[in-house]
């Protein structure tokens, strides 16, 4: 068998949509090889040149995983959580025949669980609902995701799954300001990765590696991650 990397991160990019509550992040070109010449560095035969580019944004901008102080006072910060909670073996559920602002519920994870043929004992498990196919880079994409209900991530958390992983900016629907989501994801010490794109490629792989490994923000409520799935074909 060979090995396949997916890669599940978005771009980042200047102003692309973002959760309903967070500005859009700011990514633009600060020097360039063109703007550097002027330094006159490296010698005349050889000069040196550079680019680089100014970032500034939210750490729950693109694809990016929840540090449990984002909802929670007294929980770890990005920096606090261990390395290996954000690799490991994984299975992705195909819940694209959920609507729009549908609700993904335990009766649901049970028929993808059967349907993928992977029994879920403490893997990452990834939801592919098609969103990004339907609505990016469109800012309705913002407002269209589905939720998953609180007995969704009870079941998960009974299976001692402590990460998943969704399409769009949030695991709650954007219709929704309760929150309940990410309130059950608090008393129940389990986190998700939000933004994960090419889900698709993961269906009918049974189970795959996962690595979605944040920046190592001192006190960080998040992290960008640079997310991708190892399978084998």
């Not at 992040?25 to 010698?43: C, F, M, Q, R, W």
């Not at 490629?201 to 795959?208: A, M, P, R, W, Y």
Request: with cysteine.
């Amino acid at each position: 068998m060979t090995k396949k990397i997916i890669d599940l991160s978005m771009h980042i990019e200047d102003n692309m949509p973002s959760h309903k509550l967070f500005q859009s992040p700011i990514y633009l070109k600060h020097l360039d090889h063109e703007s550097t010449k002027a330094l006159n560095l490296g010698v005349p035969e050889d000069p040196m040149t550079f680019q680089t580019n100014y970032i500034g944004m939210l750490d729950h901008v693109g694809t990016h995983v929840d540090a449990f102080l984002h909802v929670n006072p007294n929980g770890a910060s990005i920096d606090e959580m261990p390395l290996e909670m954000f690799m490991g073996k994984a299975v992705c559920f195909d819940m694209r025949h959920i609507p729009d602002l549908g609700d993904i519920d335990a009766a649901e994870m049970e028929k993808a669980e059967k349907a993928a043929g992977v029994t879920v004992d403490g893997h990452i498990v990834l939801l592919c609902t098609g969103l990004t196919e339907r609505h990016y880079p469109n800012i309705e994409v913002c407002w269209k995701n589905p939720g998953l209900t609180v007995d969704a991530t009870e079941w998960l958390a009974a299976r001692n799954s402590k990460l998943h992983g969704v399409e769009g900016p949030s695991t709650d629907k954007p219709t929704d300001n309760i929150f309940a989501q990410h309130r059950a994801c608090r008393d129940l010490g389990v986190t998700h990765y939000e933004w994960l794109v090419n889900l698709d490629q993961l269906i009918g792989k049974g189970e795959f590696q996962f690595q979605g490994v944040p920046i190592k923000f001192k006190g960080g409520s998040g992290s960008p991650v640079r997310a991708f799935a190892i399978v084998e074909e």
